[in-house]
């Protein structure tokens, strides 16, 4: 037993194995001192907070209808709205895609001399 005390007193002695040893404890220290603080907040989380769950009460808003604007029944805005309709009509049944406009394909293998 006196063999193995000196023998690791002699390894001990080295400045290398002295920075290796000294690593190991603050590095072990600090995984015990994470793990003691997660669980002191893992205990104060669960014990202290209680969560309410209030469903929202919507305030309800009476309805008060609005007088229509002065344009509402006026020849010229009627015949521009159904004009812009017939538009958006010819737009949906025209196809707008260009199947003979492909981009060429690029060659990215590029090489610097």
Same mark, same amino acid.
């Given at each position: ?14 400045? /290398?194995?002295? =920075? +290796?040893i000294k690593l190991f404890f603050v590095v072990f220290f #600090?995984?015990?001192? +994470?793990? #003691?603080?997660?669980? %002191? /907040?893992? +205990? ?5 907070v209680t969560q309410v769950t209030d469903d929202p009460t919507?305030? $309800? @808003?009476?309805?008060? $209808?609005?007088? $229509?604007? #002065? ?6 805005? !009627?015949?521009?709205?159904?004009? @812009? ?5 010819? %737009?949906a049944r025209i196809g707008l895609r260009e199947n003979d !406009?492909?981009?060429?394909? !690029?060659? /990215?293998?590029?090489? /610097? =001399?």
């Amino acid at each position: 037993m006196n063999a193995a005390i000196n023998t690791s007193a002699s390894v001990a002695d080295k400045p /290398f194995y002295k =920075k +290796i040893i000294k690593l190991f404890f603050v590095v072990f220290f #600090v995984l015990i001192l +994470i793990y #003691v603080g997660a669980t %002191l /907040f893992n +205990i104060l989380r669960r014990r202290g907070v209680t969560q309410v769950t209030d469903d929202p009460t919507p305030t $309800p @808003i009476p309805y008060e $209808p609005t007088k $229509p604007s #002065v344009y509402a029944d006026d020849a010229a805005v !009627l015949k521009l709205e159904e004009d @812009i309709d017939v538009l958006e009509k010819e %737009l949906a049944r025209i196809g707008l895609r260009e199947n003979d !406009l492909i981009p060429p394909k !690029l060659d /990215f293998e590029v090489t /610097f =001399k």
